[in-house]
């Protein structure tokens, strides 16, 4: 939501920070319902038992009952509805209410459950058991706060906001993706095919490594190809704790993946605070920089301009393949079945 405002601020110079809290409220509300929904379908499903890897749930430790549990995730989406209806009164119209349902039942269908799916005849849909998890964060983490956020205040989307949606999806998809990997025995038992459990802990492991480098890849091109100045690529400095992290990842399994899952969150904030200094400082440090930058390599050598952009790629292509006869995709590990 912080990256949708901050991004139509700078677009447009037109941010409503009522409208960017009021959908912050909205996403955290929706966030916390969908993690009380997840609490009790998966405890009624069987997933959550005294052998669960992660933190304590409460409805596994027999602190809140299922009943009580799926009332309390139902008042909290409620309150996320009623958020999204006055959003939807304050400008955001028919397309605000579509995001209000699809997110809604999205909280819903993660986990599935008997309730309240099982009213309309779908207590068997489960997004998470179908093993679209990561698809799923991708979308509601990354997609939906921050293009929702920017058209809220500009009406408008834009190909950077795009961009920057699908970075911001990739590190949360990430986050999932490593809770999958530390969960993938236990699922494998309640049959919750997640990437980890049908394809394996490697491929799990290499779909880590490349949504941890996704928006370390795809940040240059977003300033290479679209008007984004130079200084957005700021956020690269993060790269040096994001290799760190993925290397933790291709050594750990079971519980020791608990601190990688905080790790990689941290990733995220430390990459989208380089990213807000970014855009709220660039105007100041960096417009002459980007204007001799443009003239230089996009109106008097296209050229070179080219050969820079070549140069970027070879250099990522290098940064995967440095270690020779190494997987380009999985340069953290020199074999596969590390489990």
């Not at 677009?11 to 969908?34: C, H, M, N, P, Y």
């Not at 397309?95 to 599935?112: D, N, R």
Request: hydrophobic fraction near 50%; charged fraction near 15%; charge should be positive.
């Amino acid at each position: 939501v912080l990256v949708g405002h901050s991004l139509a601020w700078f677009d447009f110079r037109s941010a409503s920070l009522e409208k960017s809290t009021l959908f912050w409220i909205f996403a955290v509300l929706t966030q916390i319902g969908t993690n009380l929904h997840n609490d009790y379908a998966d405890y009624v499903r069987g997933a959550d038992t005294d052998k669960r890897l992660g933190p304590a749930r409460a409805t596994q430790k027999g602190w809140i009952s299922p009943k009580n549990m799926a009332v309390g995730a139902t008042l909290t989406l409620t309150a996320a509805a009623v958020i999204a209806v006055k959003l939807a009164l304050m400008g955001g119209g028919i397309p605000m209410i579509v995001v209000m349902a699809v997110c809604i039942f999205g909280a819903f269908a993660y986990t599935g459950g008997p309730y309240p799916l099982g009213l309309i005849g779908l207590q068997n849909l489960s997004i998470g058991y179908a093993g679209l998890g990561d698809v799923f964060t991708f979308f509601y983490f990354g997609l939906v706060p921050v293009l929702t956020t920017y058209w809220l205040s500009t009406g408008a989307i834009t190909g950077s906001a795009i961009g920057f949606a699908a970075i911001m999806g990739s590190f949360a998809s990430a986050i999932i993706t490593v809770n999958n990997i530390r969960d993938a025995d236990t699922d494998e038992k309640v049959n919750k095919l997640t990437s980890a459990v049908r394809f394996g802990k490697p491929w799990a492991k290499r779909e880590y490594t490349a949504l941890m480098m996704a928006p370390y890849l795809l940040l240059p091109l977003l300033c290479l190809f679209l008007t984004i100045p130079p200084a957005f690529l700021m956020p690269l400095i993060s790269l040096v704790w994001a290799d760190f992290e993925i290397r933790k990842v291709w050594r750990s399994n079971g519980k020791k993946l608990n601190s990688s899952l905080g790790g990689t969150a941290r990733i995220q904030v430390l990459y989208t605070i380089f990213l807000l200094i970014s855009i709220f400082f660039t105007e100041r440090v960096s417009e002459a920089a980007f204007d001799f930058y443009r003239r230089l390599f996009l109106v008097y050598d296209p050229f070179l301009a080219s050969q820079l952009k070549f140069a970027t790629f070879m250099g990522f292509v290098w940064y995967f393949r440095r270690k020779k006869g190494q997987d380009p995709i999985n340069p953290y590990a020199a074999e596969d079945d590390m489990d």
